[in-house]
């Protein structure tokens, strides 16, 4: 079975804090994606990568960067943590047709 | 990118059948038909996809319309385990996904 960890399924952090969120998939994938989650709003997809060290802004990357040094790992980084952040974030990888998803990381920003 | 329009939520019976809609009046020629569904707590898990045709698999089946304007997800025998939101997605590559809300489907028993 394929399978997409993420580092962590709750995480607190302050105002103005440099967050990493980590993603590793087993199956090497070609494409993983980050997603956030609110409420109401869906899943609205924030970056994607196509392969290592390349990537492609989704609708709402303002205030995220990603990193994809190997091609198993896709990180989510916000630079300066802001309250607005607070969300479920998911991530995924995809070969083909289909997208494989992580249990989501529960992020609130205080 | 192309939207699609689902109902908010719906209910279904246990080991009834469930159709689900969804419009999608804006689709291209070039646009899949993609089905994900998220079960509580859980990151969304693929369900079906297609393009013109109806398609069957082992979870579910697609019904798309023949002007590819709207498309119904059917469950043939609707469990406790189905009570999720469902998704309806297009895409004219597997990359960029639009989820929208969703269909929050409740199954009672």
């Known amino acids: 079975d394929v399978k997409v960890t993420q580092s962590s399924r709750y995480l607190v952090k302050r105002t103005g804090e440099k967050v990493f969120l980590e993603c590793v998939q087993d199956?090497?994938?070609?494409?993983m994606f980050w997603y956030r989650q609110d409420p109401g709003l869906g899943l609205r997809l924030i970056y994607f990568?196509?392969?290592?060290?390349?990537?492609e802004k989704g609708d709402i990357p303002e205030g995220y960067s990603v990193s994809r040094e190997k091609k198993e790992r896709f990180s989510l980084i916000l630079e300066s943590a802001s309250t607005n952040q607070t969300s479920m974030y998911l991530c995924?990888?995809?070969?083909?047709?289909?997208?494989?998803f992580g249990p989501g990381t529960r992020l609130t920003v205080l | 990118d192309a939207k699609t329009t689902q109902p908010n939520s719906m209910e279904s019976n246990e080991e009834e059948p469930v159709h689900l809609p969804c419009n999608h009046s804006t689709i291209s020629g070039t646009d899949y038909i993609h089905w994900y569904r998220q079960l509580p707590s859980q990151g969304p898990e693929y369900v079906i996809h297609?393009?013109?045709s109806n398609v069957n698999n082992r979870m579910a089946s697609l019904a798309i319309a023949e002007d590819r304007k709207s498309s119904t997800l059917i469950l043939h025998r609707a469990t406790l385990r189905d009570a999720a939101v469902y998704y309806c997605?297009?895409?004219?590559?597997?990359?960029?996904?639009?989820f929208g809300s969703g269909t929050k489907l409740n199954v009672k028993p």
């Open positions: 297609g393009l013109t």
């Open positions: 990568s196509y392969d290592v060290k390349m990537k």
């Open positions: 995924a990888s995809s070969f083909g047709n289909e997208q494989f």
């Open positions: 997605i297009l895409s004219y590559n597997f990359n960029k996904f639009y």
């Open positions: 199956m090497d994938h070609e494409n």
